[in-house]
């Protein structure tokens, strides 16, 4: 599994999902707002926020918080973010991929910037990660969607191209321009998704030790405590015994 993935996995399992919830909320409520903003306000013609809505709704975010965020995004002097990517590596000579939606760069780069040195790593040139990477659409949904066989069967007729199952559920992989042609598919056949996006996924996993996988998480953990910070991605693979201890 991907370095991202079981970092994502080990958070959840750690319930910072509950502990950190009025975060969480914030920055999906930012997503969904950007998303509104720069399309339709109608989920029915803007993928993008239809994306954002599964997603919030995944959190259990109140139907109201996302009422809010669309109207939000119609509001004349309201704000505006841009959307900003850094990659850079972490221990060990991971990349590390960070998106931000931000209205102060300067604010944002500083502290991605920061947090990568705190932590033994180091802020690159765009592109220096991002080679390691494919840009694919994925397609995630509960372990109730189905069993991994009923699971991939149904991906395959959608035209996915790949299928990651386990105990937490299932995430479908596929070209990110066919991305919401395959997700109204699969909803079709699997029921609403948990969230369907374009992701940064890695081309290949780099192994490291115990001690610096734990160093990596920690830095990872960090970057998605900044509120500017959407979403990390990073190419890395650690043991079980580093995931059953993070996981305790």
């Known amino acids: 599994m991907a370095g991202h993935s079981k970092f994502k996995n080990i958070m959840h399992r750690k319930g910072r999902q509950d502990i950190k919830r009025g975060k969480i909320f914030s920055k999906l409520a930012k997503e969904i707002t950007v998303a509104a903003k720069l399309g339709s306000p109608d989920p029915e013609m803007n993928p993008r926020l239809r994306s954002a809505i599964q997603a919030a709704r995944a959190q259990n975010m109140p139907k109201d918080n996302i009422e809010r965020a669309i109207k939000k995004s119609q509001e004349a002097g309201g704000e505006n973010y841009e959307e900003v990517r850094y990659e850079g590596f972490g221990i060990g000579g991971i990349g590390v991929i960070v998106e931000a939606l931000t209205d102060n760069r300067n604010r944002t780069a500083g502290e991605v910037r920061a947090t990568f040195s705190k932590h033994g790593g180091n802020l690159g040139e ?52 066919s991305l919401h042609g395959v997700a109204s598919d699969l909803e079709a056949r699997l029921g609403e998704p948990r969230s369907a996006q374009i992701i940064w996924r890695p081309k290949s996993s780099i192994e490291i030790g115990d001690n610096e996988g734990e160093r990596v998480l920690r830095m990872l953990d960090a970057l998605e405590d900044s509120d500017d910070v959407q979403n990390v991605y990073a190419n890395f693979d650690i043991s079980d015994d580093v995931i059953e201890k993070l996981s305790a």
């Open 126 to 177: 765009t592109g220096s990660v991002s080679f390691m990477f494919d840009r694919v659409g994925a397609i995630e949904f509960g372990a109730s969607a189905g069993s991994a066989e009923d699971v991939f069967e149904a991906a395959i007729e959608a035209g996915a191209d790949d299928v990651e199952s386990s105990e937490d559920g299932h995430t479908l992989y596929c070209d990110a321009e």
